[in-house]
């Protein structure tokens, strides 16, 4: 007698219990990813490009040429070898701004990735943002004297360790108090806002010290030695800086603590199952907090390096403009469609970096399609892919229907579903 | 013949899996006919189809002698058959009246005739003896009375064939007892109930034939009458089954785990164990006996070190531990066997590695203290795999891919890796089928006699009197007596049920 009748750990089996279980959202998520793997992204990812794609049709463009206008906005044809001449030069440049945008949004998309994984939802990454960015530009325009290295060191550390304070507020509130951290969060970054509005505001306490900009409201600029060094393209010109080797080690630091570490460990299991875990043994508060504050770590890193690449200065109406559509919420939705894994995180990242700089004024054609209205459509697909991920339902439900129509046909599939329970 | 309902060779495969290989099954009115078999025989999947939620491979279903073909849940309900599932379809905000009317409701104009809904739900819940109130709220009901509400809405939408997919599994054993005589009732009245179950002793009790399945094929169909226990159990798994366990005599040693004037709150805050002092020694297994809610619960998480103590200590080996926390009580030889593995005892959504390393992940045995050694977790694995022979997956299979009895093995494997000299054993057998909960009964047995003192927490009678040597029973959070193994029934019972204490207080 063969053993095959055993429940087997079919994908499909797997799928009812979770649904079953699924307590936290990080749990859901789990099985919704699970059900999916990576066809689900890329599901979504063209689904939001479809949708996007029909709005371009009712404003009378066509969608096919409109897309690969922002194509070659975002630079992303250089990496074809029949490129060439100006064009080459061109796509170069754009290519360069796209790199610029990816930066930020790795680490913002970090910040709310390994939230997740936690079982958190990190939507304070525009604060932390902010707050690293303020420290950062602080730091890189005073001290002026300093070795070059050690000051970029020096705003950095500083920057990304006041992004993760200001987050840990919201962990430690959630740690001793519970308070949700969704709600702490926004409101933080309302503080920071405008706490930025005022440091930098006339007569605010960081405003330039420039004798000839007293009725500008803006920062002090940073001082040449601590801008990050440009190593593709023209310093002059906005030119690719070293900040996204750092954005790329801070992912593989993502991925190695939590995969490899047994903080990690912890991390995971306080995400899935917070009940597991405290009978694991596992400090479940402790683990908020900290969570909470590496979060911010990545979304104060994300400005600061900003500030250090590209940025040199912040002016008040930059931040109040923030509050509104920002990068940093970006990095919300390339959570999402990275599925919070490393990996992942840097492919959304660089689909919105190059959406966002291809359907700028600068980058996109303007007689294909009006970059003014572009720049809208770029806001369209994120907050489709937002949408179309947070009703998980509609991918789920169209794989689910695809998968029983292919195995009713191809009577493949691995059996005993109903013996699940 | 005059069958209310007729399956006859029922083949359903899933791709080259056969999970039920011309299967017979049928049912006349009034009678109670049990489906019985461990998980994974084709129980549900045979349910499934003549539910229509698949569609059979081959085979014929008849109703009332009629052949016909069942597509949709819909059509089933239309002829006449109900199913009551494990976990509950009921609208948790609606009322008792609205859930049973659901999508069949009686309406007036556009609007739903409220009082028509509570007339018809009255009648049926007298003519059946199913009390329920039709204007609570289904979430402010206990869990037997949701029951009754799915067991209504079947009667409601006119059901003459009842299936019940384990009905009894989160049921007290009062409540169990209400169903059967309200299945009696419905037998009185010619419905005909396919009961689903794995509990021998039920099947019994109430059913009048019992089909056996293993593996996809239907080994017998038996009348209850003349069969036991053993006999059932042998066709559902096979071979022999201990359904007694068979146990040298204990020889306890020092004591390991000293508990003294525990009080410990529940979730609530009010005092849930007041008082209580144990003592358990090395090589002997103490039952925890008690009605569910009189404070065991709240004692094993003390004990394990999930719930403040109040006041009281607790020691092991000596050592003062009161409030060391959960690691703190598995480091210093507490293990803790979870009541609920889905909810506690287990991350799911983590591979069986990974589960495997729950207690020790941050130890020198799987890593360096800052980075987890895959390998180690992996090879660690593998081992326990073997050794509590956990079918179904391997090392970097997820949790939730195992059957229930599978899941249970990777707890009580990785509780007694840490090689405790306490093992706390809350419900260890709770919804496993009988094969495994020998192989539960036969380890809690041999770690026993490898020397560990081992405290069982247990709501089922068979379990205490056949596994203890010592039987504690807790009452109102109180320790109201202990017994020996050879304890009647009803002693037992009226000591649970508060009777030992009053009879103390009036000597």
């Not at chain 1, 990068?327 to 390339?334: E, K, S, W």
Request: proline content about 4%; some cysteine.
């Amino acid at each position: 007698m063969s053993t095959e009748l055993e429940p087997q750990p079919g994908e499909v089996e797997g799928e009812e219990i979770a649904e079953g279980y699924a307590q936290t959202p990080a749990a859901r998520l789990a099985a919704y990813f699970d059900g999916g793997g990576v066809l689900v992204p890329v599901l979504t990812a063209v689904l939001a490009f479809f949708v996007g794609g029909l709005v371009i049709l009712i404003t009378g463009h066509n969608p096919l040429s409109t897309y690969k206008a922002i194509f070659n906005g975002s630079g992303l044809n250089w990496i074809f070898p029949w490129v060439s001449g100006s064009e080459r030069t061109t796509a170069a440049l754009n290519l360069q701004q796209t790199l610029i945008i990816t930066v930020p949004l790795i680490l913002t998309g970090l910040a709310v990735a390994f939230a997740f994984r936690c079982g958190l939802f990190n939507i304070g990454g525009l604060g932390q943002y902010l707050v690293g960015g303020y420290i950062a530009v602080w730091v890189g325009s005073s001290f002026a004297g300093m070795p070059s290295v050690l000051h970029i060191i020096f705003a950095i550390v500083a920057g990304t360790l006041g992004g993760a304070a200001w987050a840990g507020i919201a962990g430690l509130l959630k740690a001793t108090v519970g308070a949700h951290e969704v709600i702490s969060t926004i409101m933080l970054n309302w503080i920071a806002v405008w706490l930025g509005a005022y440091l930098f505001a006339l007569n605010g306490p960081l405003q330039n010290t420039d004798p000839s900009q007293q009725s500008v409201p803006i920062s002090n600029d940073i001082v040449a030695g601590a801008k990050l060094p440009v190593f593709w393209g023209d310093p002059e010109l906005q030119g690719l800086h070293i900040g996204i080797f750092i954005a790329l080690a801070a992912v593989v630091v993502f991925w190695l603590v939590l995969n490899r570490s047994t903080t990690g460990y912890e991390v995971r299991a306080v995400g899935f199952n917070p009940e597991a875990a405290r009978y694991g043994g596992i400090n479940v508060s402790w683990n908020y907090f900290l969570v909470m504050a590496v979060c911010g770590a990545f979304a104060g890193l994300a400005g600061t390096l900003d500030l250090l690449g590209w940025q040199f200065h912040i002016a008040t109406n930059d931040v109040l403009n923030s509050a509104s559509g920002g990068l940093a919420f970006f990095g919300i939705a390339v959570a999402l469609l990275g599925r919070n894994t490393a990996s992942g995180t840097v492919i959304a990242a660089l689909l919105f970096g190059a959406l966002l700089s291809g359907t700028s004024q600068r980058n996109l054609d303007p007689n294909i399609f009006e970059p003014e209205l572009a720049g809208n459509l770029t806001f369209i697909i994120q907050g489709l892919v937002v949408l179309i991920v947070s009703a998980d339902v509609i991918v789920l439900t169209m794989l689910r229907r695809g998968r029983s129509m292919f195995k009713r046909r191809s009577a493949t599939a691995p059996a005993a579903k109903a013996e699940a329970s | 013949m005059e069958y209310a309902l007729e399956l006859r060779g029922i083949t359903k495969r899933f791709g080259p899996i056969v999970a039920n290989d011309a299967v017979d099954f049928d049912l006349k009115p009034g009678e109670v006919h049990a489906l019985l078999g461990e998980n994974g025989a084709g129980k549900s999947t045979l349910m499934s189809v003549l539910y229509g939620l698949y569609t059979p491979d081959e085979g014929e279903i008849r109703v009332d002698g009629r052949p016909v073909t069942i597509n949709s849940p819909l059509e089933a309900i239309d002829l006449g058959i109900g199913m009551v599932h494990q976990h509950f379809m009921l609208v948790p905000v609606m009322t008792v009246a609205e859930n049973i009317v659901l999508a069949q409701e009686p309406t007036k104009g556009a609007l739903l005739d409220v009082d028509a809904s509570k007339a018809r739900v009255r009648e049926l819940s007298e003519r059946y003896g199913l009390a329920v109130n039709p204007d609570a709220r289904v979430e402010d009901i206990t869990v037997g009375m949701q029951q009754r509400v799915e067991i209504l809405r079947a009667l409601y939408r006119g059901a003459r064939i009842l299936v019940l997919d384990e009905p009894t599994a989160v049921l007290t054993a009062q409540e169990a007892n209400d169903l059967f005589r309200v299945l009696e009732a419905l037998k009185a009245d010619g419905t005909g109930i396919v009961f689903i179950s794995h509990k021998l002793n039920e099947v019994l009790e109430i059913a009048d034939r019992v089909t056996v399945l293993r593996r996809g094929k239907r080994i017998d169909t038996v009348p209850t009458q003349g069969a036991t226990e053993e006999s059932l159990a042998r066709l559902m798994v096979g071979r022999e089954v201990l359904l007694r366990v068979e146990k040298p005599p204990a020889q306890p040693k020092e004591a390991v785990l000293e508990v003294t004037d525990l009080e410990v709150s529940d979730d609530r805050g009010l005092p849930a164990v007041r008082g209580a002092s144990l003592t358990i020694r090395a090589g002997e297994i103490v039952a925890l006996a008690g009605v569910d809610g009189n404070g065991q619960s709240e004692l094993v998480e003390a004990v394990t070190g999930l719930r403040p103590v109040q006041t009281g200590t607790i020691r092991v080996g000596g050592t003062d531990l009161t409030d060391s926390g959960a690691r703190g009580m598995v480091r210093h030889g507490v293990s803790h066997i979870a009541e609920d593995r889905h909810r506690r005892g287990l991350v799911l959504n983590f591979t069986l590695a990974e589960n495997l390393a729950l207690r020790e992940y941050n130890t020198p045995k799987l890593s360096n203290g800052w980075l987890l050694s895959l390998k180690r977790m992996r090879d660690r694995a593998r081992g326990l795999i073997r050794e509590y022979d956990v079918r179904g997956g391997g090392p970097s299979s997820l949790a939730l891919s195992l059957s229930g009895g599978n899941q249970q093995k990777v707890v009580i494997a990785r509780e007694i890796a840490c090689n405790p000299r306490v093992l706390v054993a809350a419900q260890p057998t709770r919804g496993l089928d009988v094969g495994a909960i020998e192989f539960v009964h036969r380890r809690l047995v041999s770690e026993r006699d490898a020397g560990r003192g081992i405290l069982l927490m247990s709501l089922e009678f068979e379990e205490v009197r056949s596994l203890a040597d010592r039987i504690l029973v807790i009452y109102e959070g109180e320790i109201v007596g202990e017994f020996p193994p050879d304890v009647s029934e009803e002693e037992l019972g009226i000591a649970m049920t508060g009777g030992g204490r009053q009879r103390e207080a009036a000597a």
